[in-house]
């Protein structure tokens, strides 16, 4: 399968500020490429579609001034807790969509970040 | 609102036997159904899926079956491996690639 980063795998921040995660597509270019979120013993949940070149489209219940999303080149997403809380504190997982074909099963996922507010 | 679910936080099988893992879900949009393998502090990865015009797709011990009129599918592991240990997700997509997980069945089979 393709393989799919996340920087940094691990972050602990104090309440109030920001927090920035990385996500990359190491060896294809996408286009598009999704946050998840997990709570413990949760489902992962999606929290935006992000789209190179424009913006991104968030769920319904996910602020997007909160969490800002810029998709700025084919093989990187990053994802920004702004202010961040201890709420905020979960596992964030990315997502990227292998062209060409786009196919559900090749949306391949990066490890995770554990962000950690306190 | 949960529109997958897998009803069984956790399931334990001796190591030769089937494991059965099930799926429920209540959009009738839903035409592509998938299953994760998911290990702790990493991202799930993709195990195998079916499409809603077939009922089973086979992939060496790996079967997933769907049964449409009950929105219900299952993931049959045989024979089962402690290293099948994890958490499986379910997934559902339809209109666009974004998928609806599950909130997963921690599997753990047993030598």
């Known amino acids: 399968g393709a393989v799919v980063s996340q920087h940094p795998s691990w972050v602990i921040c104090k309440s109030g500020t920001s927090v920035k995660i990385e996500c990359r597509s190491l060896?294809?270019?996408?286009?598009?490429m999704f946050w998840y979120r997990q709570f413990p013993k949760q489902s992962l949940m999606l929290m935006a579609t992000?789209?190179?070149?424009?913006?991104?489209?968030?769920e319904q219940g996910v602020e997007k001034d909160k969490f800002l999303i810029n998709h700025a080149s084919l093989t990187l997403s990053t994802l920004t807790v702004t202010s961040a809380h201890p709420e905020d504190s979960s596992f964030y997982i990315c997502?990227?969509?292998?062209?060409?074909?786009?196919?559900?099963?090749?949306?391949?996922f990066g490890p995770g970040t554990r962000l950690t507010v306190l | 609102d949960q529109q997958v679910k897998q009803n069984s936080p956790s399931l334990s099988v001796q190591e030769g036997r089937i494991s059965i893992l099930n799926c429920d879900y209540t959009?009738?949009?839903?035409?592509?159904f998938l299953w994760y393998k998911k290990y702790p502090a990493e991202g799930p990865t993709f195990l195998i899926s079916?499409?809603?015009?077939?009922d089973k797709n086979e992939d060496g011990r790996f079967t997933v079956f769907l049964n449409k009129s009950a929105k219900h599918l299952s993931l049959h592991i045989v024979p089962s491996q402690p290293g099948d240990s994890a958490v499986y997700f379910c997934?559902?997509?339809?209109?666009?690639?974004?998928?609806?997980f599950g909130k997963g069945t921690s599997l753990l089979v047993t030598p």
């Open positions: 997934a559902a997509a339809g209109s666009g690639y974004a998928l609806n």
């Open positions: 997502s990227a969509l292998r062209p060409p074909s786009g196919a559900y099963n090749e949306q391949f």
């Open positions: 992000s789209n190179e070149g424009s913006k991104a489209t968030y």
């Open positions: 060896d294809f270019q996408a286009t598009t």
């Open positions: 079916i499409s809603s015009i077939k």
């Open positions: 959009n009738s949009m839903f035409d592509y």
